[in-house]
Structure formats: C-alpha cells, structure tokens
C-alpha cells in the first residue's frame, strides 16, 4: 500500500514535468499555427462614440472643487484619549466636522462656535465619514440644513 502510493505520486510528477516541457515548447513556437493575428478594426462612419462620462449638469463636484467637506458627529468627539470640548461654551457632543480644501479640520458646536482641531486631520475624516449625499452651495446653508436636520 505504502509503495502503490509512492508509485503513483512519481508518475503524476513525471506528468506534470511532461505537460510542463510541452508547454515551454509551445510558447516557443511564433507565432502559433492556429492562431490568427489579431486585426484592429475602426469604428465604422455610422457608428456614434458615446463618451463614458456625465454631462456637466449630472456631474458631482470633486473634492478638489469645493471649499470642503463637512458632517455631523452626534456623539462626544475623543481626541487623544480626551474628550474635546468647546472652548466658547463648553459643549461636548453634538458637532459639525469640517474637512476643508487644505486638509485642516475645524469643529462647530450647536452655538456656532469654530475651533481648528490640530488631532485630526483629512485622513481621520476619511475614515469616519460616509459618501457625500448633499451639496451646498453656501457654508450658510450647511450649517442651516444640519440645524433643521438635528431639531
């Protein structure tokens, strides 16, 4: 039984040797003798190029394009193992986060009070945020629809 087993695994080596040799033979061969070459054809005169983007209208805005990207962070913010406050009222929780053009992120508590936040930066608001599903034309505007959204 042992030695059946060692005899069959030799002859399926020797036939993976075999098949391998023969495959090196074939790709040396050029150019194949079954294979026709292959033949780029032009678009016919009647054919339209339909072009695979969206016209300008549909279009989303890159991030590039606009003067930053913002969310709201209901929860207390923790930022090295502290939890952030706001330093005009003291308001811990309840925040909108803004990733602006520059890669710098500014915090505003309910009161409307800014502050810069030197921990985080546009890698962490990457991680933490979701797809884009609104855009605004005005900073004003964004800050009004998360105040009628958080009501």
Not at 90 to 96: N, V
Not at 124 to 148: A, C, K, Q, Y
């Amino acid at each position: 039984m042992f030695f059946r087993r060692t005899r069959e695994n030799r002859a399926f080596r020797e036939a993976q040797r075999a098949g391998h040799e023969l495959l090196l033979r074939l790709q040396s061969v050029r150019p194949w003798p079954d294979c026709p070459e292959p033949i780029t054809q032009a678009p016919a005169a009647e054919e339209t190029v339909v072009p695979h983007f969206l016209r300008p209208g549909l279009r989303v805005p890159s991030r590039h394009e606009v003067a930053g990207v913002m969310m709201r962070w209901l929860q207390p913010l923790v930022v090295d193992g502290e939890v952030r406050t706001c330093p005009g009222c003291g308001a811990y929780r309840d925040w909108i986060v803004f990733c602006m053009r520059d890669d710098s992120v500014w915090l505003r508590c309910r009161a409307g009070h800014e502050t810069k936040e030197p921990g985080l930066d546009a890698a962490w608001f990457n991680r933490h945020s979701g797809p884009v599903d609104w855009f605004h034309p005005t900073l004003e505007e964004g800050v009004g629809r998360h105040r009628i959204v958080s009501a």
